[in-house]
């Protein structure tokens, strides 16, 4: 018995170990996987590798880029919150209409102007 609550105890501190990431303070994202492809999804959205935003010594330090990211997070979820809520489509009320892509294109600075084309 004293084995069983052992391993149970084990096995729920890795689960947890690896769902806690210190200094997160906009996003809802719990597992490794989800926060690795999320950072990903960032990083190719704007054309930057990850040491553009991350001390990569120690990823938890605050940076200027990241409290920029943070605010443009939560700028997109008003957005999406705001057109799903004027969405006509209430069977799908977590539709993304907006992400970092919508204006950057991949690059790091947003467009300014249209393009002539």
Same mark, same amino acid.
């Given at each position: 018995?004293?084995?069983?609550?052992?391993?149970? #105890?084990?096995?729920?501190?890795?689960?947890?170990?690896e769902?806690?990431?210190?200094?997160?303070?906009?996003?809802?994202?719990?597992?490794?996987?989800?926060?690795?492809?999320?950072?990903?999804?960032?990083?190719?959205?704007?054309?930057?590798?990850?040491?553009? #935003?991350?001390?990569?010594?120690?990823?938890?330090?605050?940076?200027?880029?990241?409290?920029?990211?943070?605010?443009?997070?939560?700028?997109?979820r008003?957005?999406?919150?705001?057109?799903?809520?004027?969405?006509?489509?209430?069977?799908?009320?977590n539709?993304?209409?907006?992400?970092?892509?919508?204006?950057?294109?991949?690059?790091?600075?947003?467009?300014?102007?249209?393009?002539?084309?």
């Amino acid at each position: 018995m004293k084995m069983f609550l052992y391993i149970l #105890c084990l096995t729920f501190n890795i689960a947890y170990s690896e769902s806690v990431f210190k200094n997160v303070t906009v996003l809802d994202i719990t597992s490794k996987s989800e926060m690795r492809s999320y950072m990903k999804s960032i990083s190719k959205d704007l054309g930057v590798k990850c040491s553009h #935003c991350h001390d990569m010594d120690d990823k938890s330090l605050d940076t200027p880029q990241k409290d920029i990211t943070r605010e443009m997070i939560k700028l997109t979820r008003y957005l999406n919150d705001l057109l799903n809520s004027q969405s006509k489509d209430s069977l799908d009320t977590n539709k993304k209409f907006v992400s970092c892509w919508t204006c950057h294109y991949g690059q790091l600075q947003p467009a300014s102007k249209r393009p002539e084309k």
